[in-house]
RNA sequence: GGAGAGCUGGCAGAACGGCUAAUGCACCGGUCUUGAAAACCGGCGUCCGUAAGGACUUUGGGGUUCGAAUCCCUAGCUCUCCGCCA
């Protein structure tokens, strides 16, 4: 959420940039509105309960000396209804208050190219040859049907669509490149974390799934918790309503977790095969660090995630993403898509964004400057990587004219073979 | 699942329903010192207010009372014992 003095002092800034995510500036008004009225009723009503404090006062000490003090008992009842008439609005107005605050999203970085759809995201930089191969190539539902290593049907059967078994080789990929993308993330200076799978409503409120997403999240109702949909969220919420000494900071953590995402609404081509999931894989990278360093902080975190898809050698390319397209928390995010030669399209296979101070704020996560008082600090995060479009386009693009799979060369101590088929 | 005990600042740990929620450690600033340590002084949660000052803060929420860390109800969590269990 927002600094509430930042709205206060800059409406108009405010107002601008949350316009460019696409959302109405009205609602910074009627915040001002709420906020002039909060305070106006605190000052009323604490006026009234220092006259309280002071009667109180009075009463213990007419009581120690043996007097009489039902005269100034008797003045208590009206102004003691009168502070709860002041709080009881206060209350509401905080309620309203907090819950337009964490409906409002985070303002973007003046570098993000403004705009509204997926078309005016900025390409800014590519990596790799897209090469047609002289063969007719499958795509990645073909051949995982024709070797045998992902069962979507039982899958549909045992839980639904969207939730696969993985077999035999494919099983055994899988576990190959969590292991690789940890290995890896351990040599970039990211401490390994095995979270919670489930999460509680202020953790998901923390990092801004609720109340913004939720009906993107499975929900155990029963205990009131929620599935992660990412390991970002128990991973940012590991140190809520915390103080980290500065000198620790940056501090980094990676976690690999399963994540489940409803997905309501998707259907069709983009669904196809390992597009699009309900239950998938995937290892986070996640920084909490000083203000000051969060933009070289997502820089690095960038170049941490694009160096596995260098490794693994297939192409991508690296976009910015316009203030339209790039979500509710985030005020700077790049997405990196891999090439699937065969479906002859990029699949996102990491979201590396920078929050500022936007969920620190909402978790209470602060640093304590040397000799000073406690500051938010700013917390980032991305993908390194998102299994299944990972291994779609490897299948896609390492497949033989037999329909055989190598297995990229940075994955074979992870393996144990070699070719897939 | 059953029974019991508990939850006070960054940490440890006091407080008959009333007078400023002690005290110690840690941390920050200052004095002293060539420098440090020690000692001493001050600071060390949030909100409202230009300020003076005021309000709030003993796990969260509610209640009793002129007045609640203290009594009552409720939620959460922790610990001990029992049961069940990979």
């Given at each position: 959420?927002?600094?509430?003095?930042?709205?206060?002092?800059?409406?108009?800034?405010?107002?601008?940039?949350?316009?460019?995510?696409?959302?109405?500036?009205?609602?910074?008004?009627?915040?001002?509105?709420?906020?002039?009225?909060?305070?106006?009723?605190?000052?009323?009503?604490?006026?009234?309960?220092?006259?309280?404090?002071?009667?109180?006062?009075?009463?213990?000490?007419?009581?120690?000396?043996?007097?009489?003090?039902?005269?100034?008992?008797?003045?208590?009842?009206?102004?003691?209804?009168?502070?709860?008439?002041?709080?009881?609005?206060?209350?509401?107005?905080?309620?309203?208050?907090?819950?337009?605050?964490?409906?409002?999203?985070n303002?973007p970085h003046p570098d993000v190219?403004?705009?509204?759809?997926?078309?005016?995201?900025?390409?800014v930089s590519?990596?790799?040859?897209?090469?047609?191969?002289?063969?007719?190539?499958?795509?990645?539902?073909?051949?995982?049907?024709?070797?045998?290593?992902?069962?979507?049907?039982?899958?549909?059967?045992?839980?639904?669509?969207?939730?696969?078994?993985?077999?035999?080789?494919?099983?055994?990929?899988?576990?190959?490149?969590?292991?690789?993308?940890?290995?890896?993330a351990?040599t970039r200076g990211y401490?390994?974390?095995?979270?919670?799978?489930?999460?509680?409503?202020?953790?998901?409120?923390?990092?801004?799934?609720?109340?913004?997403?939720?009906?993107?999240?499975?929900?155990?109702?029963?205990?009131?918790?929620?599935?992660?949909?990412?390991?970002?969220?128990?991973?940012t919420?590991?140190?809520?309503?915390?103080?980290l000494?500065e000198k620790d900071l940056p501090v980094k953590f990676c976690?690999?977790?399963?994540?489940?995402?409803?997905?309501?609404?998707?259907?069709?081509?983009?669904?196809?095969?390992?597009?699009?999931?309900?239950?998938?894989?995937?290892?986070?990278l996640v920084k909490f660090v000083h203000p000051e360093k969060s933009y070289e902080e997502l820089e690095s975190l960038r170049d941490d995630a694009e160096r596995?898809?260098?490794?693994?050698?297939?192409?991508?390319?690296v976009?910015l993403m316009?203030?339209?397209?790039m979500?509710?928390?985030q005020t700077k995010k790049y997405?990196l898509?891999?090439?699937?030669?065969?479906?002859?399209?990029?699949?996102?296979?990491s979201s590396i964004s920078n929050f500022e101070s936007f969920q620190a704020?909402?978790?209470?996560?602060?640093f304590?400057p040397?000799?000073?008082?406690?500051e938010i600090l700013h917390t980032l995060n991305g993908?390194g990587?998102?299994?299944?479009?990972?291994?779609?386009?490897?299948?896609?693009?390492?497949?033989?004219?037999?329909?055989?799979?190598?297995?990229?060369?940075?994955?074979?101590?992870?393996?144990?073979?070699?070719?897939?088929?």
């Amino acid at each position: 959420m927002l600094d509430i003095k930042l709205i206060r002092e800059h409406p108009q800034t405010v107002k601008e940039g949350i316009a460019k995510k696409g959302e109405d500036p009205a609602s910074i008004d009627k915040v001002l509105g709420f906020d002039a009225r909060r305070r106006e009723i605190i000052q009323q009503s604490e006026l009234l309960k220092s006259r309280k404090n002071a009667v109180s006062a009075e009463v213990g000490k007419l009581k120690r000396e043996g007097k009489d003090a039902s005269a100034v008992i008797a003045e208590m009842d009206e102004v003691k209804s009168n502070i709860k008439a002041f709080d009881d609005e206060l209350a509401l107005i905080e309620a309203d208050l907090n819950k337009l605050l964490l409906t409002i999203p985070n303002i973007p970085h003046p570098d993000v190219p403004v705009g509204r759809t997926p078309e005016d995201n900025k390409e800014v930089s590519r990596w790799g040859e897209i090469e047609q191969q002289e063969f007719e190539m499958k795509p990645h539902w073909e051949l995982i049907q024709k070797l045998d290593i992902i069962d979507f049907e039982r899958g549909v059967k045992v839980t639904g669509a969207g939730f696969p078994f993985y077999k035999d080789k494919g099983a055994k990929l899988q576990r190959a490149l969590i292991n690789f993308f940890l290995d890896e993330a351990a040599t970039r200076g990211y401490k390994e974390l095995q979270p919670p799978l489930m999460i509680n409503t202020a953790s998901a409120t923390g990092t801004g799934q609720l109340p913004d997403k939720e009906d993107l999240m499975y929900t155990v109702p029963r205990d009131e918790f929620y599935m992660v949909p990412t390991a970002e969220v128990p991973v940012t919420n590991i140190f809520r309503d915390e103080i980290l000494s500065e000198k620790d900071l940056p501090v980094k953590f990676c976690a690999y977790t399963p994540c489940f995402r409803r997905e309501a609404g998707s259907y069709g081509k983009d669904v196809r095969g390992l597009n699009r999931l309900h239950q998938f894989d995937k290892v986070e990278l996640v920084k909490f660090v000083h203000p000051e360093k969060s933009y070289e902080e997502l820089e690095s975190l960038r170049d941490d995630a694009e160096r596995l898809l260098q490794l693994l050698a297939l192409p991508y390319r690296v976009l910015l993403m316009c203030t339209g397209d790039m979500g509710f928390t985030q005020t700077k995010k790049y997405d990196l898509e891999v090439w699937a030669p065969a479906q002859k399209r990029w699949l996102e296979v990491s979201s590396i964004s920078n929050f500022e101070s936007f969920q620190a704020r909402r978790m209470n996560i602060r640093f304590r400057p040397a000799g000073g008082k406690p500051e938010i600090l700013h917390t980032l995060n991305g993908s390194g990587l998102a299994l299944p479009r990972v291994v779609a386009a490897l299948l896609e693009h390492y497949q033989t004219p037999e329909g055989k799979v190598i297995v990229p060369k940075a994955l074979h101590k992870y393996t144990g073979f070699e070719v897939i088929g």
